[in-house]
Structures are given as C-alpha cells and as structure tokens.
C-alpha cells in the first residue's frame, strides 16, 4: 500500500498543478483573448477525439487492466503483450478513419450555421484521435507497470505548459487562430513522446508477437473482455464529452465555452481519484488474481474515504467562493453558477464512492458494468433532452449530475451486494459535520476586495476542515501525510 499511497500523491500534486495551470490558461486568460466560440470548438475536438477514442480502441483497456498480470513476465517481453496492443489500436485507428471518411460530409453540413468553427476545423480529428489513441495505450501499458505519474505528469501538468505558452503566442499576435490550433494538436503529441522513450530506455517496449502463448481460454477471454470494453468506455464519454455534444446540438458552441469555463471548477473534485484509481489498477488486479478480498476491501474504504474528505475541502471551498468566481469572469459566463454547483455535487458523490469502479472493471462483474452503462446512457440523453432544452447549461450540469450520481451508486450496490464491499463508513458522516461547520463560517466572514477575500476565505475554510479531520482522526492516510509533513518541517525548522 506504501506504492499507491506514494504515487496517488504525486500524481495528485501534478494534478493540481495542472490544474492551477489550467486555471490561468482557462479561467483567466481564455476568456479573455478568445472568443466563446473558439474556446467550445477546441474543447469539441478534444470531446469528439476522445469519444472516437473510446469505440476505436476496441476495448482493449479493459484487456490491459484485468489481464496483464497473466502476461507479466519480468523481462520487458510481456509475452509479446505491447505488440498485440498496438495492432488492435491500429486496427481501431482504420475503422475510425473510414467511419470519419464517410460522416464527414454529413457532420459539416449539420454544424455549418450553428458552429462554423467546427466544421472548419475538423480536418484535425484524425490526428488528435491517433495521437489520443497511442498515449492511451502507452499510458495504460506503463501503469500496469506500477508507474501512475508519469502519464499523469504529461498529461495534466506538462501539456498545460505548451497550452500557456501558444495562448501567450497568441495574445501577443505571434500566430493566429490557425496557428494555436495547429499547436494545440502538436502539443498533444508531444506526451506521446516523451513517454514512448521513457519506456523504450526501461527495456519495456518489444513489438515482437508471441501468439504461442495465448491459449484457445485466453484468447477467448480477450475477446470477451474487448467486446465489454467497448461498451463499458462509453460511461466514461457520456460523463466528459456526450454534455458538450449535445449542447452543441441545442444551443451552439458560444454555450459549449460558457459550459467548458464552468465545468471547469467541478473537475478540480475528480483529480485525487484518477490518481488513486490509475495506480490502484495493478494492484487490484492482482488482488483479484489471488482472491484477497481483505486487500481489495482496505484500498477500497481507504480510497474512499481520502477521496470524499479531499473532495468535500474543494466543494465547499467553490460553495464559499461562487460569487469570487464570478468576478473574475466575464459578464457572459455569470449565468453558469449552477452548471458549477451541479456538476461538482455529482463529482463529489462519485468520488466519495472510491475506487468502486477499477474494483468492478478487474473483477468477473466486469460485465456487469456494461449494463450500468446502458443504464448510465438512457439516463443522460433522456434527462438531456428534457432539461437542456428547458434549462440550457444548467439543464445539462443537471442531467450530468443525475446521470454521475445514479451510475456510482448503483456500482457500489452491486460490489456491496455480491462481494459484501462496502465503501462507507460513520467517518464520511463526521467528515460532512466538519465540513458544514467550516462552510457556515466561509459565508459568514464579510467580503472584501476580490484576491484577498478569495485566499482569506479559502484558508478558513480549509483551516477549520483540516484542523476537524485530523483533531477527529478521521482519515489514516491523510493524517499520516499531514503527521509526516510536521515531522519534516520540525527536523528543518
């Protein structure tokens, strides 16, 4: 457990890290140097690359989760592993590329009105879902090879660097409108790279076959496993990019910037949980494997419990702060309050659920969460096609909202109901009295100018939730990272 606690905090810190990057180049430089419209039509290439991503990796995650440890051979090799990864990419890569071909045509006609930029635009998709396709492979690949950082690294901190560098180029009229969009698929590569030659240095990449060794089983479990992967990918595209889609298909993409400006808060809640859920895969995995349900049942209540008291700290603090938001927005995004509170709500529900959906997908349940999604997915456009059009932006936080919360509890029934997993415990019921009382003393203190009142306000708030989680010792975990955080300052200081 000292490895994922390790990794799940560095891959947290690079994550907000990335974010606070995110926050400069979203927040407060995008809106104002680029138009609404050109903020929804990057945020809808990524949206479209990442769904594409999704069907054309051909459920192949799904295979490198649950079954790598059956190819692990401790010599770079993997039994060929890499080099049958690679081919079903590519397979899935050419059945997108036809798939492109022939939507396309159909695609620019029915965005040509409504969000012209797309259309323009949308010649880059085959290279932002190649480029999306190979660092998904790569990262999945080095993660199950017990490094979680480094993908999180690249992806969340490292690209956020070259994203503020080509907005700089930009607002100072280096490049255009062109340029920065050229860059900003460039830059997505540039991960790719650096984490292909990080492995390639390790000895771990060998595109040599070795089809001896996958037995007549084996193959048909692959199959079975990339067949359910295909489908199970879905939940996770109806939850990040099937919102920004169909408020393109209602509103435009003017409203897909407003919602992506917005959202952007909520997400702040999700970062410790990829961290703690990449490296948890691994481990699960071969928990699984071994039929150690006392290992599994401890990172998952751990889990749970670090994610809901990390989440509550950032939920209350946009609670407190909704308002200093505004303020630093423009005048056209101050009707998205709501699209914040709603989708951080469901964010921090999911979360506080842990790692129940990495326990479900290496377990043999892993199909089973193919029927959640179908559950998840009639659940999202039917509640989308009823409040979007009645509500707008907020319409779609709440269809979001609804769809994230029914989709996380159900899984935790389902892991409670037939392993007796359960994640929760009294702990997340005193972690919300603390958070209640710090949050009722966030909107009690009297606002002031804008910088001071947004870090005065913050670091109450997170004084009085901390001081209550570790006064209470409600979190083992995080309360050995704030006992080792003193001991280091007293030997120094």
């Not at 995008?30 to 990524?46: A, D, H, M, N, R």
């Not at 089983?217 to 595209?237: D, N």
Request: proline share 3%.
């Amino acid at each position: 457990m000292g490895i994922v606690q390790k990794q799940t905090i560095r891959g947290t810190a690079w994550s907000y890290l990335g974010a606070l990057l995110g926050f400069v180049n979203i927040i407060l430089l995008s809106p104002k140097i680029f138009t609404t419209g050109e903020i929804g039509v990057v945020q809808l290439l990524l949206s479209f690359a990442t769904m594409l991503a999704q069907f054309s990796s051909l459920g192949f995650t799904n295979v490198i989760n649950r079954l790598f440890p059956y190819f692990r051979d401790g010599r770079g090799k993997h039994h060929g592993f890499l080099g049958l990864s690679l081919v079903i990419t590519l397979a899935g890569f050419i059945a997108a590329l036809v798939f492109i071909r022939f939507y396309s045509p159909h695609f620019e006609q029915a965005n040509m009105e409504r969000s012209p930029l797309i259309a323009e635009y949308s010649f880059y998709l085959p290279a932002l879902l190649l480029i999306t396709l190979l660092f998904n492979l790569l990262d999945n690949y080095n993660k199950v090879l017990y490094d979680a950082v480094l993908g999180t690294f690249l992806r969340e901190f490292l690209f956020r660097v070259f994203n503020l560098a080509l907005i700089c180029l930009f607002w100072a009229g280096v490049i255009d409108f062109n340029g920065y969009v050229f860059g900003y698929v460039v830059s997505q590569g540039i991960p790719l790279i650096i984490i292909f030659i990080r492995l390639l240095m390790r000895g771990e990449i060998s595109l040599k076959l070795e089809p001896g060794f996958i037995t007549p089983q084996l193959k048909r479990e692959i199959i079975i496993l990339s067949l359910f992967g295909i489908l199970t990918g879905i939940s996770t595209v109806t939850l990040t990019t099937l919102d920004k889609l169909f408020i393109n298909t209602y509103l435009g993409e003017v409203e897909v910037g407003i919602y992506s400006i917005a959202s952007f808060f909520a997400v702040l809640i999700t970062l410790p949980g990829r961290s703690v859920s990449k490296i948890s895969i691994p481990f699960l995995a071969e928990a699984w494997k071994k039929d150690d349900l006392e290992t599994i049942d401890d990172l998952y209540v751990r889990s749970s419990i670090s994610q809901y008291a990390v989440g509550l700290l950032i939920f209350i603090g946009l609670m407190v702060n909704i308002g200093n938001i505004f303020r630093l927005l423009p005048e056209a995004y101050s009707g998205s309050a709501a699209v914040i509170i709603f989708i951080s709500f469901g964010n921090l529900v999911s979360g506080s659920a842990g790692v129940n959906g990495v326990v479900l997908s290496t377990s043999s349940l892993y199909r089973y969460q193919t029927w959640l999604m179908f559950i998840l997915i009639a659940l999202f456009v039917v509640t989308s096609m009823i409040f979007i059009p009645l509500y707008g932006i907020t319409g779609a936080a709440l269809a979001a909202m609804i769809s994230n919360i029914t989709y996380s509890m159900l899984g935790v029934v389902l892991t409670g109901r037939r392993f007796g997993l359960w994640p929760y415990r009294t702990v997340h019921l005193k972690m919300t009295l603390v958070a209640l009382a710090a949050m009722a003393a966030g909107y009690i203190m009297p606002q002031i100018s804008l910088i001071p009142d947004i870090l005065l306000r913050s670091l109450l708030v997170t004084l009085i939730f901390v001081a209550g989680v570790w006064f209470w010792k409600l979190s083992d975990d995080l309360n050995g990272v704030a006992d080792t955080l003193m001991e280091w300052f007293r030997k120094r200081f």
